[in-house]
């Protein structure tokens, strides 16, 4: 998943800036690995060798999003900032298919509100909900995704299954219609960018 987001920035190549923050550490807590960079490749490379686990077997997802969120909006570089104040900034939040069975399958469990308490307003944000070809009863994914949709914090939310190409390109075109609309680099009536002495010069050349 974290290739195919990369890939994507790099393709539209819109001077991004990429971070880390991983959900657990030695102490359980969040943890900001990489602060953001233009350098993808480091992150990319940091991401493989912090897979589940790899400090402890608890997950704090909230320890994680929280680290992000603080690196997201710090743009004090006397604080050690590294955000850009007038960029752009969205939250694309990936979760697996639940592994638990709740008694009402249509409720949030308290830890998922807590999560959801920490998403910043103001600020579109995309659920993405991983791994769903290991649910045989898609069905199943149904009660989920209205119980999330009733939060009302998430401008899309989308069952994918990034190893299978599932959904991928639907989560990449709900990212690119979250983006705000920047100025035409050209007018409207400009039909090209070249100016009239080039077409004398092929014309005359022809």
Not at 30 to 38: A, N, Q, V
Not at 120 to 142: M, S, W, Y
Request: a negative charge; one cysteine or more.
């Amino acid at each position: 998943a974290v290739t195919v987001f990369l890939a994507y920035l790099q393709e539209v190549d819109t001077d991004d800036q990429l971070g880390l923050a991983v959900y657990n550490s030695p102490s359980q807590a969040g943890l900001l690995e990489s602060g953001l960079t233009s350098n993808f490749q480091s992150v990319e490379d940091l991401s493989r060798q912090r897979q589940a686990g790899h400090y402890d077997y608890y997950t704090n997802i909230g320890g994680g999003l929280q680290e992000a969120r603080l690196e997201l909006e710090n743009s004090d570089p006397d604080n050690g900032g590294r955000a850009r104040p007038g960029a752009f900034k969205m939250i694309v939040l990936m979760t697996d298919v639940p592994p638990r069975r709740h008694p009402d399958a249509s409720a949030l469990l308290d830890r998922d509100r807590q999560l959801l308490e920490l998403l910043p307003t103001g600020r579109p944000c995309v659920l993405v909900v991983n791994k769903v070809d290991r649910e045989r009863d898609k069905r199943a994914l149904l009660p989920i995704m209205a119980a999330y949709a009733k939060t009302e914090r998430f401008v899309a939310i989308i069952p994918a299954s990034v190893r299978s190409h599932d959904g991928v390109d639907r989560v990449l075109a709900s990212i690119g219609d979250s983006l705000p609309r920047g100025p035409a680099g050209y007018d409207a009536d400009m039909l090209t960018d070249r100016p009239a002495s080039f077409f004398v010069r092929e014309y005359v050349r022809e």
